[in-house]
């Protein structure tokens, strides 16, 4: 019996880390104006939530892990778009689904995805700081990047600029579309993506 639940597990997992990979290809990314060009708006972090959702921390997880590596072999970035993403992906996931792990309402679930688009907010700011701009840098230099940030707003003059009017507004916008959609998606699809025995509870985050 546990067999054939952790090989349902698997299979909708594997299905999610699908839609999440195509989600996150060129196709389907959008370009905002007023934000540097690489910062472009996806949805592939749905599934990932949605996976948080339904099996926990380590499904979302897991769905996180398996995109970002199989999006290594389209990478235009050296890895670290790939890099970038994993680390948003986790630590938006991870407050909402530690969160709705324990008590299963929309209460919960809101509450959750508040505190995950803050967690990736702060962790896009440090990442972007410390880790993203020295990748970016040793193939062009900082005033490169800027100058092509400063390109789609004028307010970018320097790293400070970058974090303030691009990496913060940018990653706050994404959180929270992903974070809607996601509570618009949860109910139609948690039939699905729960045993049957779960199907009886009624407390989802779009409930």
Known sequence: MNGRRNLRMLTRAAVLAAISLILFMPAFELALPFFPPWLKLDISAVPVLLAGFAMGPVGGLAVQAVKSLLHLFWSSTGGVGELADFLMGVSLMLPAA??????????????????????????????????????????????????????????ITDVKGYLVYGVLPFNLLKGVVVSLITLLLYKRVSPILHEKSERQDKQTPAS
């Open 98 to 155: 530690l969160l709705y792990r324990y008590r299963k309402n929309f209460r919960t679930a809101l509450i959750g995805l508040l505190a995950g688009i803050v967690c990736a907010t702060v962790v896009g700011l440090l990442s972007n700081y410390y880790i993203m701009l020295p990748l970016y840098t040793q193939s062009m230099s900082m005033e490169e990047v800027i100058g092509a940030a400063a390109s789609s707003n004028a307010a």
